[in-house]
């Protein structure tokens, strides 16, 4: 231990943050989540990620990896081991004009990817918030307003760069090392630290974006009007359903269907919207024509002591009615969890299914509960909401890894199906045998 510390100190050129330093209280916590790491690293070059590397398998200590610092699971810290904080290397720079190509630093969020591209009218297809990173959003899938129409983050991504667990900087494309290119592509932070990103952007207008509330007394007829509409709707419509917001009414609240339109044509946006307006008594609309940047959400975080329990499914064609039937039930009941529905398709399901390590490409739907308060409240809520689960169970399948705050084996089981996990396996024993980078939503060496 005393002898790797000794080689980190001599070869690492960033912060070296530990116990007792001033900025240790911020450093040692994620946005979701509390630790006490022995040493928070924050590299400011990629030879310094290699030294952090080497020094954490050298130490036999626990290794947390940070871009963000936003997932529900607490991957980003730990309690007595190592923590990668990316933050510094956030560089977002376009290095082809004509095929609108972007290098992307591993430890940039959204917000800092926006701020670059939209005064070039570009834009990537990814999350709904700024602070998010562009590595934990990305290496697992990326569901946000431009889904329908341009696939998941991940769909834009055309080479990437990674220092893996012996400390070596690996390149990943399809014609460099085209197996860890795919395992990259879904398989999360299983393989190796990201420390550079290329996406292929794509020209963006205006986009018209906003919500439209109906009473909650009408949920369960919008839900399935709106899913049922959602199949025929032009792919230039993407749209989530919100309903239950313990903030607005729990049970009470209005069933909120965020829309956004990817274009600036108002006939167009108003051709694909309107369908919507129509599905029931519309309480409150406020779809705008705005910059795509601006649909990017500030992130929010807890107050000390309030947990976020998430959890998360995808539904398919013939499983929609039953499953939204049910969500409109248990929305309608006391101490309901949060419940928000994410329309998708269009070009996620038009990549092949075993083109990435993103195993969910039939589903129509994916939706997320979220379960949230101080721990005993949370954890007196959890009978109930498990219950819920076992009730949608029969009709659901998987889980999408952004959306869990658990990482347990049967999570793993949801997120990678049998045949993806085990050539995940079989990446993960050629790049990090001794499952180094473990703390996720973890594949093991085959």
Do not use: C
Not at 117 to 135: E, F, M, Q, W
Not at 164 to 186: C, H, M, Q, Y
Not at 310 to 329: C, G, P, Y
């Amino acid at each position: 231990m005393n002898s790797a510390l000794e080689t980190l100190r001599r070869d690492f050129g960033g912060d070296i943050i530990e116990p007792g330093g001033a900025e240790y209280e911020s450093a040692s916590r994620s946005v979701l989540a509390a630790g006490s790491p022995a040493y928070v690293l924050r590299p400011k070059s990629v030879a310094d990620v290699q030294a952090g590397v080497r020094f954490a398998a050298d130490a036999g200590l626990l290794l947390s990896v940070r871009g963000g610092g936003h997932g529900f699971a607490g991957f980003g810290t730990n309690d007595d081991g190592v923590v990668i904080d990316l933050s510094n290397l956030a560089n977002v720079q376009i290095v082809d004009d004509e095929r609108h190509l972007v290098r992307i630093g591993g430890g940039a969020n959204w917000g800092q990817v926006a701020a670059v591209l939209a005064p070039r009218g570009l834009a990537i297809s990814s999350g709904d918030t700024k602070s998010v990173g562009v590595g934990g959003l990305t290496l697992t899938g990326g569901i946000g307003w431009k889904v329908r129409k341009y696939g998941l983050a991940l769909d834009s991504v055309v080479a990437a760069e990674v220092v893996t667990a012996d400390g070596e900087v690996v390149p990943a494309s399809a014609e460099e090392n085209p197996e860890l290119f795919w395992a990259i592509r879904g398989g999360g932070g299983n393989f190796g630290i990201v420390t550079a990103f290329e996406f292929e952007a794509h020209p963006t207008t205006d986009i018209f974006y906003g919500k439209i509330a109906f009473p909650a007394s009408e949920t369960a007829s919008v839900l399935q009007g709106w899913a049922d509409y959602l199949r025929t709707a032009p792919e230039e419509l993407t749209s989530i359903a919100n309903f239950a917001n313990p903030f607005a009414g729990g049970p009470e609240a209005p069933v909120e269907i965020q829309v956004a339109f990817d274009g600036d044509d108002p006939e167009l946006a108003a051709a694909a919207i309107d369908p919507i307006r129509r599905l029931g008594t519309v309480i409150d609309d406020d779809v705008a024509l705005k910059p795509y940047a601006d649909t990017l959400v500030d992130g929010v975080t807890p107050p000390p002591g309030i947990q976020l329990v998430t959890r998360s499914a995808f539904v398919d064609k013939e499983s929609v009615s039953e499953v939204l039937q049910i969500l409109a039930e248990v929305g309608a009941s006391e101490r309901s969890p949060f419940i928000a529905v994410r329309s998708v398709g269009g070009a996620v399901s038009r990549v092949p299914d075993d083109a990435t390590a993103y195993a969910h490409r039939p589903a129509e739907l994916m939706f997320v509960t979220t379960t949230a308060g101080p721990g005993p409240v949370v954890e007196a809520a959890r009978p109930a909401l498990d219950a819920i689960w076992q009730r949608l169970a029969p009709h659901v399948d998987g889980a999408y890894a952004n959306f869990l705050a658990s990482a347990t084996e049967e999570d793993v089981a949801a997120i990678y199906p049998r045949q993806t996990y085990k050539r995940l396996a079989a990446v993960k024993r050629q790049y990090d045998p001794g499952n180094l980078f473990a703390h996720n939503h973890n594949v093991r060496p085959q």
